[in-house]
């Protein structure tokens, strides 16, 4: 493409002028890609912290679960739990990171169920279970919350590292590919620019020397 | 000495006499602790299969424990009514399993699945006739008085009506899929009816002994309802809709009660007749799991009492009781180990959690 | 000629044998039907349970024993009709109340002990004496009646 071009001042200029452009845009993707970079290792050691609580909360509360399954049968525990009665409703916004679109999750009503009708939370009578399935189901809707938020950071760990990726493959492609074209071309026009004038300045002293000669 | 109280004791003195003889059948602190101390689940199914739990482990698959359990149950349960005089006294232990086979039939109504995997084999009615009845397809009409009055309850608390005099309706059930129902207030009517049938029954075999452990049982649910409202902070009127009537605390009580900080609760309790329960878990009481301990000890209490007051008694329905109480326990104890040594759970924690006699 | 003493005597018979029959005969019913609960379960306790189901069975002995006494006093056995003043008659019908009544009642009650050894039987097979002991206790009394309606018999001229 680049030898394709005519070798001409005008292109010439053009082509520096892309050049610059293309250097600044590089260092520009070059910054974004860094900081992209810098904020995705910050959400990962978040991620790591968020996974690691919530495999133990997790371990916690299938703890408490196997501890009210050693008092109940597990067509007892199974009936007690079979019909749900809260439903988590959540909104997904969109926040944006560096001009990537990051989910959020929003638990719409957490905070109302917790005052007034927390006992919502247990599908079940009291005469017939025992109080450890109570305790167990506690630490799992205590879990709840903590595997929303680790599900959205997550994602958008996942969504920045796409985001670095596509980053970095274009000041690659700017780096080792467009630039050194540029460059490349640039070069190619100056010499041949150069050999025209070259050209030129060898036929003006030809001519001079005919003249002189010519003279004699 | 009637002519009444000749037949009792004649009835009963076999029945009592065999119930002696099985007493002997229960596991004792002897093999509970083998099975603690065993390592694999083969291990202990091979100690099991030394006791009366022979048929119960054979043909089970060694990880399906609760198979197994159950199994045993339906065992002990064939096993008693073939001599039990009064077969309403086997009926006391069945009916938790139509009680339990009602919640999972009307819960799988309301979500449109059928429940399977749920149903218990135990109850006195089939679970499929539950089933039957809860989809309106037949009437309450076939079934024993203490099967139709949970049914009933169950009915009319979902709005489906008593039927038997209404031809099977289906828009009302549909109505039913689409609306929410409170399993919470539905398990607290069909809880009451279950203790009400409860109450009757014993009434109706007219032991005052068994009376007496109705009502204590009844307490002790009770009271461990009253700490879970209170620790849940579901409000008086979960409390109101969870409290059980055939006890000798009083509603009341626990209204008042509500309020207050536990150290009045350990107070005002061990001024009641469980003054030694309750100054054994006052020690616990501040502690996470109080409740679950209330629970436990309450079971220990509960076992003490009925082993102690039906020792003295050979004609009459109370050893019989008393042995099926013993046989519940046993096989709760073992769901205990079982599931805990499945599961890898050290032995300290499971033993802290047996409520038999062994513990 | 049956004269109102002879009566009297004979309804003695009948007071002692009857009433100490049946509550034996009851009593042996109980504990064997403990025994059989027992044996259903454990063949090889048959024959402990025997030495319990024959215990409340004495009464009926003691109360024939009494009646056959009265008998032979009268000469019944003799077969000739014996003539008994009225007087001799109605001390025979009160000799026999003691083993009559307590026979009936101890009888009865003593099956229930036996019975309740039956279940001491099927748990420790070897505290069986302790059970039997309790059950010879109610016996005592059973004795007691049989002295004294044996005393008041001897007392009675013929």
């Known amino acids: 493409m680049e030898l394709r071009v005519s070798p001409t001042r005008m292109q010439l200029l053009q082509l520096k002028r892309k050049l610059a452009m293309a250097r600044r845009g590089h260092k520009l993707l070059k910054d974004k890609r860094d900081e992209l ?60 990171t560096m001009g990537v679109t990051v989910p959020q999750f929003n638990p719409s009503d957490e905070g109302d169920q917790a005052s007034g009708e927390s006992s919502e939370m247990y599908p079940y009578g009291l ?90 | 000495m009637t002519t009444s109280d000749l037949q009792i004791g004649q009835s009963y003195a076999y029945a009592v006499a065999r119930i002696r003889q099985a007493e002997n059948g229960l596991l004792d602190r002897n093999r509970i602790a083998r099975i603690l101390d065993a390592s694999e689940m083969s291990e202990i199914l091979r100690i099991l299969g030394e006791t009366e739990y022979s048929w119960a482990v054979s043909d089970v698959a060694a990880t399906d424990y609760e ?57 006195t009615v089939s679970a499929a006739e539950i089933w039957r009845a809860a989809t309106l397809e037949i009437g309450l009409d076939g079934f024993p008085k203490h099967a139709r009055d949970l049914l009933g309850a169950g009915l009319d608390h979902l709005q489906l009506g008593v039927s038997g005099d209404t031809p099977a309706d289906d828009s009302r059930l549909e109505q039913l899929a689409d609306r929410p129902i409170d399993p919470q207030a539905l398990d607290a009517v069909l809880d009451r009816a279950y203790f009400s049938s409860l109450d009757e029954a014993v009434y109706q075999i007219g032991s005052s002994l068994l009376t007496k452990l109705l009502r204590l049982r009844v307490d002790l649910v009770n009271m461990t309802a009253f700490l879970r409202c209170v620790r849940l902070r579901r409000g008086l009127a979960a409390l109101r809709s969870a409290f059980i009537p055939f006890g000798d605390l009083p509603l009341e009580l626990f209204e008042k009660l509500y309020n207050e900080p536990v150290e009045t609760f350990v107070r005002e309790m061990s001024m009641s007749m469980y003054d030694s329960l309750i100054s054994e878990w006052s020690a616990f009481s501040k502690r996470k799991d109080a409740v679950a301990i209330l629970e436990r000890l309450g079971r220990r209490y ?42 890898g759970l050290d032995t300290e924690s499971i033993r802290e959690r047996l409520s038999g006699a062994y513990a | 000629m049956v004269t109102t003493g002879l009566l009297l005597a004979l309804l003695g018979v009948a007071i002692a044998v009857i009433p100490a029959g049946i509550g ?29 189901q024959v215990l409340p069975g004495t009464q009926g002995i003691y109360g024939f024993l009494i009646g056959f006494l009265i008998m032979q006093k009268l000469g019944l056995i003799g077969g000739v009709v014996p ?32 019975a309740a050894g039956v279940s001491i039987l099927a748990k420790r097979p070897d505290e069986l004496v302790k059970g039997m002991i309790y059950a010879v206790m109610v016996e005592f009394y059973a004795i007691l009646a049989l002295l004294a309606s044996f005393l008041a018999y001897n007392g009675v001229p013929m």
């Open chain 1, 37 to 96: 970079m810098r904020q995705f290792m910050e959400l990962v050691e978040s991620v790591r912290e968020l996974r690691l609580e919530v495999e133990g909360k997790l371990s916690r509360a299938m703890k408490d679960f196997l501890i009210a399954r050693m008092q109940m049968s597990s067509s007892e525990i199974g009936v007690s739990v079979l019909y749900p009665t809260r439903v988590l409703d959540f909104e997904v916004a969109e926040s944006s």
């Open chain 1, 127 to 216: 005469a017939m279970t025992s109080a450890e399935l109570d305790t167990a189901i506690d630490s799992l809707a205590s879990v709840m919350p903590l595997l929303l938020r680790l599900a959205e950071r997550e994602k958008s760990a996942e969504l920045l590292a796409e985001e670095i990726e596509r980053t970095r493959r274009r000041v690659n492609a700017l780096e080792y590919v467009l630039i050194p074209k540029l460059e490349e071309t640039i070069k190619f026009i100056t010499m041949k620019l150069e050999e025209v004038e070259r050209g030129n300045l060898t036929r003006l002293m030809k001519v001079k020397e005919m003249v002189r000669g010519g003279g004699v």
């Open chain 2, 67 to 123: 198979a197994i359990l159950t199994r045993e149950l339906e065992r002990v349960f064939r096993y008693v009514s073939q001599f039990v005089p009064d077969l309403t006294v086997v009926d006391l232990f069945r009916m938790k399993y139509d009680l339990h086979n009602c919640k999972v039939a009307f819960r799988a109504l309301a979500l449109g699945v059928d429940g399977s995997g749920l149903w218990s084999p135990l109850g």
């Open chain 2, 302 to 343: 509960f076992t003490e009492m009925c082993s102690a007051s039906s020792a003295a008694v050979f004609f009459g329905p109370e050893p019989i009781a008393s042995y099926l109480i013993a046989k519940e326990n046993e096989i709760n104890d073992l769901r205990t180990i079982l599931v805990g040594k499945a599961n």
């Open chain 3, 24 to 52: 034996s005969a009851i009593g042996v019913t109980i504990v064997g039907q403990a025994a059989a609960g027992v044996v259903t379960e454990d063949p090889s306790k048959f024959g402990k349970t025997l030495v319990l």
């Open chain 3, 83 to 114: 003539q008994v003043a009225t007087e001799t008659g109605l001390g025979f019908l009160l000799a026999s109340l003691p083993i009559g009544v307590v026979g009936l009642f101890s009888a009865v009650l003593q099956g229930r002990v036996a």
